[in-house]
């Protein structure tokens, strides 16, 4: 929407004619301001995401039993997808999101066999 | 003209991306609470699964309306069902494999109904998925899972 304004803008003021300075300038500062609520929305989303790993980090290494520590891998796997999809909304790119199928998969499958490893070892811890 | 009306179309769509973006992240950062504080490996499970269907739908929505490309479109979606398929079962297999090898409950669970259902022996329920297969048994030993068969009914122990 930015890029058409400017394009018409451009256009207008190669022919000769009178820019609508004021009316461009409504219409882009609303699309401006979302923009960088989202781009604010999505650093805190940083703070969040690595709050979040950090405590999972911390119940792996802590967890009293093996399904503990399963579970808070699982859920270790899934920040990781989520730092993904904040990267994406950060950095506009489509490059990172073929990860995201990629790492929730390896997460599914980890965690199927981790729960037959502990079902099989006999021993919750 | 659209594009010289106050509100553009491009600007609700990231309004509520944005708003989708928050609720993920919140739902993200409680179940990584959840997991750390509860007390039992059950209810970490219950707080995990929960919080991360609907916190990675909300977060993959707003990648969906943010960048609005058809190939985020259709990955997210796909993403969105694996996930709501694949998250109950790795719950489930979890949830019986610490059943199985007697995870601990919290100190106030107030019921387990599976405990009293393996001891009735009219139910016939027997950890039979997590049994010992053929690979495990002693050459020699006349026990039925040397037979190959699966070893019904009695769980297998660490030595």
Redesign the interface.
């Known amino acids: 929407?930015i890029d058409?304004?400017q394009n018409?803008m451009l256009t207008l003021a190669a022919s000769g004619a009178e820019v609508?300075v004021e009316?461009?300038h409504?219409?882009v500062s609303?699309?401006l301001?979302?923009?960088r609520?989202?781009s604010f929305?999505?650093n805190?989303?940083i703070v969040?995401?690595c709050?979040?790993?950090v405590?999972?980090v911390?119940?792996v290494l802590r967890g009293?039993?093996l399904?503990?520590r399963?579970?808070?891998g699982?859920?270790l796997a899934?920040?990781v997808?989520?730092f993904v999809?904040?990267a994406?909304?950060n950095f506009?790119t489509?490059v990172l999101?073929?990860a995201?199928?990629i790492i929730?998969?390896l997460g599914?499958v980890s965690?199927?066999a981790?729960?037959?490893y502990?079902?099989?070892?006999?021993?919750?811890t | 003209m659209n594009s010289l009306t106050t509100l553009s179309f491009d600007a609700v769509l990231d309004f509520v991306a944005a708003g989708l973006l928050l609720v993920g992240l919140c739902f993200m950062l409680f179940g990584a609470v959840g997991v750390a504080r509860l007390p039992d490996c059950y209810s970490k499970m219950h707080a995990s699964s929960k919080c991360t269907t609907l916190g990675l739908t909300g977060m993959l929505l707003a990648a969906c309306l943010h960048l609005g490309d058809t190939i985020v479109v259709s990955k997210s979606i796909v993403t969105v069902v694996f996930t709501f398929v694949a998250m109950p079962i790795g719950s489930h297999l979890l949830a019986k494999a610490a059943h199985h090898v007697g995870a601990p409950l919290w100190s106030r669970t107030v019921a387990d109904e599976l405990a009293e259902d393996k001891l009735d022996p009219t139910k016939a329920i027997s950890d039979s998925e997590f049994g010992c297969w053929e690979e495990d048994a002693i050459p020699g030993d006349p026990s039925p899972t040397a037979t190959g068969q699966m070893n019904v009914g009695k769980p297998v122990r660490a030595a």
């Open positions: 929407m058409l304004l018409t609508p009316a461009a409504t219409a609303s699309e301001t979302a923009r609520v989202l929305i999505s805190v989303g969040f995401i709050l979040g790993m405590l999972c911390w119940r009293p039993t399904i503990d399963a579970i808070a699982d859920l899934i920040h997808v989520a999809i904040l994406t909304i506009q489509l999101f073929d995201v199928l929730s998969i599914f965690t199927v981790t729960a037959q502990i079902a099989r070892r006999g021993t919750a």
